[in-house]
């Protein structure tokens, strides 16, 4: 079992914005402002989104946002593209001596 | 170009050793904190531990399913990381990928990892 929780699955169409959750606790997610989330797509490299639950990386669009409430972080993408098609993942800095701690992944399904 | 290729990967039973290595090329690696990273198949990722960079005394550390049993270590001169992983378990079966901390124009961020390698699958199994 993943130290953060994310749904399995997400899906949208075309076009829509859709929020993926990640829940941690207050030794995690409450505790620190370093939430990234990656891109995955099968065979590639994970991809950097979000740093610092708010930020983009250079080059990545700004179709991408990350915000925070409390033990909860969320991945917004909006207009929804084929090519977002792929499984996300969270991550957070830890109190404890895992230092990083990894959602489970949600695949988000494009319509 | 940023480059990380990991190789040293494949079968190998319980309680064996496999080291892997990363070869690391397009940034300076010397000023760079790397961390190996894991992902279990029908899982997640799994962050495995790290090494910093030899200003900051090159100091390990690793997630609790693999302290004592996993060492990660860096060889500057040759742009190398490694992880030798010994005592390997079933569980340790997973896509294991190697990684560098990830720093903008004014900071660094610790659980943030901007460039990532392919991968080097690791199979424990009888």
């Known amino acids: 079992q993943s130290a953060l929780t994310q749904p399995a699955s997400v899906s949208g169409s075309l076009g829509q914005s859709i929020t993926i959750s990640c829940t941690g606790t207050t030794s995690d997610v409450g505790a620190y402002n370093y939430v990234s989330w990656y891109q995955l797509h099968p065979g590639k490299a994970p991809k950097l989104i979000i740093y610092a639950v708010t930020n983009r990386p250079s080059g990545v669009s700004n179709r991408f946002s990350g915000s925070k409430s409390g033990n909860t972080a969320s991945l917004t993408i909006s207009g929804l593209q084929a090519e977002d098609e792929a499984d996300y993942y969270c991550n957070s800095y830890a109190r404890g001596s895992t230092l990083v701690v990894f959602g489970g992944g949600t695949k988000l399904t494009v319509l | 170009e940023v480059q990380l290729v990991e190789s040293g990967g494949g079968l190998v039973k319980p309680g064996g050793s496999l080291r892997l290595s990363c070869a690391v090329s397009?940034?300076?690696?010397?000023?760079?904190?790397m961390i190996w990273a894991r992902h279990i198949p029908g899982k997640g990722l799994e962050w495995v531990g790290r090494?910093?960079?030899?200003?900051?005394?090159?100091?390990?550390d690793y997630a609790a399913p693999v302290n004592g049993r996993f060492i990660i270590s860096r060889d500057d001169s040759e742009n190398m990381v490694y992880l030798q992983m010994n005592n390997l378990k079933t569980e340790d079966t997973a896509l294991y990928y190697c990684?560098?901390?990830?720093?903008?124009?004014?900071?660094?961020?610790?659980?943030?990892?901007?460039?990532w390698g392919q991968g080097t699958m690791v199979t424990v199994s009888s």
């Open positions: 990684a560098r901390r990830y720093c903008n124009e004014t900071n660094c961020y610790d659980d943030a990892f901007g460039d």
């Open positions: 397009g940034f300076t690696f010397n000023n760079a904190w």
């Open positions: 090494i910093k960079r030899k200003t900051d005394t090159r100091t390990t």
